[in-house]
């Protein structure tokens, strides 16, 4: 009985202070007080609208202005989609609800979009659709694959 407290004891005393310093620095890589790291500065660069946008080329820029800022992402979704794979697309939708939470009531309706999409760039190849569907906005890719 000894044995396994001092056992116990000691497994404390080695994680917890790892587990402090983990948290603690957590909690303080990005606080309001601080400077602007290069970081913060690319992503308000990147959805200023100044310049083409994160995933979006020159061209895709310059369709969507004046639209409305879901029906932009739509766009520029769509247009990595057919430039690339709905992989592609499924990154930029994802990267863009988390560096613009107040696209997120849209999320839903666009991945129901990419993956309809996704089933007209492979000529109706449900499987090869399917097979780039990922966990984004509650799998609602792979229902726009389903139909």
């Known amino acids: 009985m000894k044995q396994l407290v001092r056992r116990i004891g ?3 005393a080695l994680t ?6 983990t948290t603690g620095t957590l909690a303080v890589t990005r606080v309001p007080w601080a400077p602007p790291t290069g970081l913060d500065q690319q992503v308000v660069a990147a959805s200023s609208g100044d ?3 994160i995933g979006r080329s020159a061209t895709a820029a310059g369709k969507t202005d ?3 800022p879901q029906d932009s992402l739509r766009v520029a979704l769509l247009d990595e989609l057919r430039a690339k794979n709905p992989s592609a697309a499924l990154d930029l939708l994802e990267r863009s609800m988390r560096e613009q939470p ?7 309706s666009l991945a129901t979009e990419l993956g309809k999409a996704a089933v007209r760039k492979y000529q109706g190849d449900v499987q090869r659709a399917r097979s780039f569907a990922r966990p984004v906005c509650d799998g609602s890719f792979a ?5």
């Open 102 to 108: 107040s696209l997120t009531p849209y999320c839903t």
């Open 143 to 147: 229902a726009g694959v389903a139909g």
């Open 10 to 12: 000691q497994t404390v």
């Open 66 to 68: 004046g639209l409305a």
């Open 16 to 21: 917890l202070p790892v587990v402090l310093v």
């Open 51 to 53: 310049g083409a946008g």
